[in-house]
């Protein structure tokens, strides 16, 4: 995920033009959302205990990429130039990975080591050095996401006559495939694989006089193939996850929108702009603002309690989310602030 600039939170409500969603049975739904526990185990101050202090510009804070491992036991930040890679059980650092201004980061695994896409090569980095990953070619990267083992990865980047491609690369076999992009000038605003590998959705969007418009969210099987598609929303997609049945879809731009993968049923959608969305179990889903967390009915997309960032003795004050990443597993969540680090712990 990119740089994503400060959310506001709009209140719940219909969106016009799209599906209403309906109303579950509140007897059984809230004590089941409210029986899951979240709490915040420790937060990690810019500057101290090793962290690095990101470069700033006059909008923030530049990060590249934010990931969690799929156990839940690593944390992964590219920041301009530099990979570094937090072991949250004991809070130490590994050594920064240097690489390239071109490079992306697309995964961090179990051990903590990263998946990289860099200077047309796909590659390992652990603390032992850096080796390549299979033989796929890739262009100048702008952006890449592997599916949860590591074994599939979506690019998108520039050839060297800067023309936009995006490609499925397949590291166990070597084969690489290009995808039809929806117009000339688009590109990809956020991506996410299906657990099975299965399938994965890219939120196409393109760069015009107003700045990124939307165009469509597009799921795909493995193979390229076009799986179904839904038009352009209000705004940029911001991120994207399918359920854990793995049969719907959740992507968030300046709603909170949910859909069949299969079918033709519009979209349900609730006015809510979120940093991140995921669910949990089947019934509760987690969601992610700029100065709150809150629990949703998942299947209802109704939020049914919400709470507030609170202050913390050693800083002063509540500070604002501005980014967020969830493990695999759907048990960590580590929030990126001006001040730090905040790890969300769920059972």
């Known amino acids: 995920m990119r740089w994503l600039p400060a959310l506001a939170v709009f209140a719940l409500g219909a969106v016009p033009g799209t599906a209403q969603t309906s109303k579950p049975d509140s007897s059984k739904i ?5 029986a899951t526990k979240t709490k915040w185990t420790h937060q990690i101050t810019w500057g101290d205990e090793g962290i690095p202090q990101p470069r700033s510009t006059p909008k923030g804070l530049v990060f590249q990429r934010l990931l969690v491992s799929p156990n839940g036991k690593h944390f992964a930040m590219q920041v ?17 990975t240097d690489v390239s201004n071109e490079a992306s980061l697309a995964m961090v695994f179990d051990d903590g080591s990263c998946l990289m896409l860099d200077q047309g090569k796909v590659v390992r980095a652990t603390v032992d050095g850096v080796e390549r990953i299979g ?33 499925l690369h397949d590291l166990g076999s070597g084969e690489s495939r290009r995808l039809k992009r929806p117009s000339r000038s688009a ?5 996410a694989w299906s657990e099975d590998r299965r399938h994965v959705a890219i939120a196409w969007c393109e760069i015009g006089e107003k700045g990124r418009q939307p165009i469509s969210l597009v799921v795909y099987d493995k193979e390229g193939e076009t799986v179904r ?22 992507w968030t731009d300046d709603a ?28 509760v889903a987690i969601g992610i603002a700029q100065s709150s967390t809150s ?22 004050s509540a500070a604002n989310i501005l980014d967020a990443a969830i493990s695999a597993d759907r048990h ?14 769920i059972d």
């Open 30 to 34: 809230i004590p089941l959302v409210n």
């Open 229 to 250: 598609e839904f038009g352009a929303g209000e705004g940029v997609v911001r991120s994207v996850a399918f359920s854990l049945d793995e049969r719907s879809l959740v």
């Open 256 to 283: 909170i929108h949910r859909a069949a993968i299969s079918g033709d049923d519009e979209p349900a959608s609730v006015a809510r702009k979120l940093a991140l969305w995921s669910e949990v179990d089947p019934v």
């Open 295 to 316: 629990k949703w009915d998942a299947q209802g997309l109704r939020r049914i309690r919400e709470d507030g960032l609170r202050r913390t003795a050693r800083i002063g």
């Open 80 to 96: 301009q130039g530099e990979i570094h890679v937090l072991n949250l059980a004991n809070k130490q650092w590994h050594e920064p």
């Open 332 to 345: 960590t969540i580590v929030c990126v602030t001006s001040f730090g680090l905040r790890v969300l712990e």
């Open 187 to 191: 590109s990809v605003s956020a991506a």
């Open 135 to 167: 033989k796929a070619e890739v262009p100048e990267i702008v952006d890449a996401f592997a599916t949860p083992d590591g074994k599939r990865v979506l690019s998108s980047g520039l050839t060297a006559n800067y023309k936009v491609v995006v490609d």
